[in-house]
């Protein structure tokens, strides 16, 4: 089964449909079973905030855009947000369109790794997905602080950056963890296969490098990172956390490191995951944050958006996923 997405432009539910031909089903011919509750998106349409749907059309494994949210055509906000709480986006919509009702249905948003957000900003905000193109430019972004920082200083965001909430890692696993993976240490084991963040568009590697050395030493970070990426054991993702416990949910996978509000998500829908707490002293923790994008089209729209997300509703949202408010200096 080949790795590798057509491009950049992350075709996921061509990705997803190869994935299953991997998933140890007969090799004879059969009728397809479209798996929609292994498969994501996984929040029963809570994730599509258009009020006008019009037709729909989405088969699982086949023709489902994960993390295009909305209909950019009549939006009068539009957020690019990393893909690290995707889940937590349909609740903080809601709570944001309910507060303010002119914004209901109005609203589009895309939740891929940070990365591929600003090579697509830097595409003039056209993105294609196999033979699908579109062009949206966004009004708000929002990654880590570090990422968010760095698009300011080189001019992608104006303004300041707000943050709002920190994430810490954790070690995702099949549920009743048959791999019996207790520390990061673990992850090192030839035997253990895992799903990692990709380090060419997903800012979390590095911290997840952190807490293999903290774990380990740099041999630790060595072993998951180079030598088992080249024999196989460990899978980079292709497009981003999504893909790790779908990798676990086939039996693909034994762990992969994700933030902890990932893994208390896939347990609440009832996935068969669950997850491996890492010490403090060897875990990282990310702050995130949003900027205003520079010519932003709704700049009032998209400033109301990153004030709500440090507001106590939003943080309620968060928490509730295992976020801790952002405690900084403003």
Same mark, same amino acid.
């Given at each position: 089964m080949s790795r590798q997405l057509n491009g950049s432009c992350l075709v996921l539910a061509a990705a997803l449909a190869s994935l299953a031909l991997g998933s140890g089903e007969a090799a004879t011919p059969a009728a397809p079973h479209y798996r929609g509750a292994l498969f994501p998106p996984w929040q029963k349409g809570a994730n599509a905030p258009a009020t006008d749907k019009g037709l729909a059309f989405t088969v /699982?494994? +086949?023709? +489902?855009?994960?993390?295009f949210h909305g209909n950019p055509a009549n939006a009068r906000l539009v957020i690019f947000v990393a893909g690290n709480y995707y889940f937590a986006m349909a609740p903080l919509v809601a709570q944001f369109t309910s507060a303010h009702p002119s914004y209901k249905g109005r609203v589009f948003y895309e939740t891929l790794p940070p990365g591929i957000l600003l090579r697509q900003m830097k595409a003039g905000g056209t993105i294609t997905l196999g033979n699908f =193109?579109? &062009?949206?430019? /966004?009004? +708000? !972004?929002?990654?880590? *602080?570090k990422k968010v920082k760095a698009a300011i200083k080189s001019g992608v965001l104006t303004g300041k950056a707000i943050p709002y909430v =920190?994430?810490?890692? &954790? #070690?995702? #696993?099949n549920k009743g963890n048959p791999a019996h993976i207790a520390t990061l240490a673990d992850l090192g084991r030839p035997e253990v296969r895992l799903s990692m963040p990709n380090p060419a568009w997903e800012g979390v590697a590095r911290q997840i490098k952190a807490s293999l050395v903290k774990a380990g030493g740099q041999a630790l970070s060595d072993e998951v990172y180079d030598t088992k990426v080249k024999s196989g054991a460990t899978i980079l993702t292709h497009?981003?956390?999504? @893909? &790790? /416990? *779908? $990798? *676990?949910? @086939?039996?693909l996978a034994d762990a992969g490191v994700t933030w902890k509000s990932e893994a208390i998500f896939q347990e609440q829908v009832g996935h068969a995951i669950g997850h491996v707490d890492i010490p403090a002293g060897q875990n990282t923790v990310a702050i995130y944050a949003s900027a205003l994008v520079k010519g932003a089209a709704h700049p009032d729209a998209g400033l109301l958006w990153a004030q709500f997300l440090a507001s106590p509703p939003a943080l309620k949202i968060f928490e509730s $996923?295992? !976020?801790k408010a952002w405690k900084g200096s403003k």
């Open positions: /699982p494994e +086949v023709n +489902v855009l994960a993390d =193109t579109m &062009t949206v430019k /966004p009004d +708000v !972004f929002a990654a880590g *602080l =920190t994430n810490d890692l &954790t #070690i995702m #696993i497009v981003h956390h999504r @893909q &790790t /416990p *779908l $990798y *676990l949910m @086939q039996g $996923y295992g !976020f």
